[in-house]
């Protein structure tokens, strides 16, 4: 087969030959093949003169000439260009732009200037992406503070919601001045009892109680005056009325309600009785008072729901209790009365 140029130029092109270490042994081929061919020219003048031994000898010495030439070009080649090259794709299948820049070529001296300005564009690259990649980084880091800190805030809130809806719940349940338990709360718990009272037909003590003219009281002394007396009632009633079971309560203004579940009559009129007593003792001064009592004064009104005695509905054993009062006002005031 004949070597031509065209079969060099379709080598050096081809995909076979596709890498620079095929490309520059092909190139290196020609050249060599070229100098041969040169030479052949000059001399061909000279082959009439010369034995054919001598030309084989002197084509032979030119081959070998071109051979040695070409292996010391590749030798150059392979340490100034291909190494560098081979170095510069491992570095870049490794590139990593977390990691500092490294160095992408061997330092060389007089090494070729091309090579280390295609370093130098690497390495600006690396430190370009790296510089990005850290703002990214910064970035990412500022959100998931900022997250962390809306979700906490989040969080306050959400505790500070529950901690005001417990409050409101319990401001809708007890009354705001005296602390008792409001006029809801009390309805609620009457009906609870009532039920259980006649499921086991036991006992449910219930008292309305009332101050006597108190009206004439904040009249004579002010609004705060009153509303400290009504706090030192229901002082009073938290003091004398302590299980769990009883339940007190400020139904409106001056009135207040007690239930004593298992408690029958003679053992509620007796705490009753008590409480009356540790009012009387406080010597609160009424300046408007009855002829009789210059103090403040208590009416209380008793019913009480037993076997022997039931009411149909919590309801009606609440009206027993406000008849009983009515009863105890306009007999005098400042006394204790039972339902019929």
């Not at 870049?92 to 070529?105: E, K, M």
């Not at 309805?187 to 009272?197: G, I, M, N, S, V």
């Not at 109680?209 to 004439?216: K, M, P, S």
Request: with cysteine; charged share 25%.
């Amino acid at each position: 087969m004949k070597l031509s140029p065209r079969l060099l130029r379709k080598a050096l092109t081809s995909p076979v030959g596709a890498s620079l270490k095929t490309r520059a042994m092909l190139l290196m081929l020609s050249v060599g093949l070229s100098g041969v061919g040169l030479a052949s020219l000059i001399r061909s003048h000279h082959e009439a003169s010369l034995g054919t031994d001598q030309v084989l000898g002197m084509a032979l010495q030119d081959l070998l000439l071109v051979l040695a030439v070409g292996l010391v070009f590749m030798l150059l080649l392979e340490h100034a260009l291909l190494r560098p090259l081979r170095r510069l794709a491992e570095q870049a299948h490794a590139f990593d732009p977390t990691q500092p820049p490294p160095s992408w070529l061997e330092k060389q001296d007089g090494g070729p200037r091309e090579l280390q300005q295609i370093n130098q564009a690497f390495e600006r690259v690396q430190q370009s992406m790296g510089a990005q990649l850290r703002r990214e980084q910064n970035r990412a880091e500022q959100l998931r503070l900022e997250v962390e800190q809306r979700s906490l805030a989040l969080e306050q809130a959400r505790l500070a919601l529950e901690s005001a809806q417990r409050e409101l719940a319990s401001l809708s349940r007890h009354d705001a001045l005296t602390g008792l338990a409001n006029r809801r709360e009390f309805d609620d718990a009457l009906r609870r009892e009532f039920k259980r009272a006649q499921r086991q037909q036991g006992l449910l003590a219930l008292a309305v109680l009332d101050l006597d003219h108190f009206r004439a009281y904040n009249e004579a002394l002010g609004r705060e005056a009153g509303d400290a007396v009504l706090r030192q009632m229901a002082q009073l009633l938290a003091e004398r009325f302590k299980r769990d079971t009883d339940l007190v309560a400020r139904l409106g203004g001056e009135e207040f309600g007690v239930l004593l579940p298992g408690c029958d009559r003679d053992q509620a009129q007796d705490l009753l009785e008590q409480l009356r007593e540790a009012l009387a003792a406080l010597a609160i001064p009424h300046p408007k008072g009855s002829a009789t009592s210059p103090r403040l004064t208590l009416s209380v009104g008793l019913a009480v729901f037993r076997p022997a005695q039931t009411y149909l509905s919590p309801q009606a054993l609440l009206q027993a209790a406000d008849e009983a009062l009515y009863v105890a006002k306009h007999a005098g005031r400042d006394r204790l009365s039972l339902a019929a």
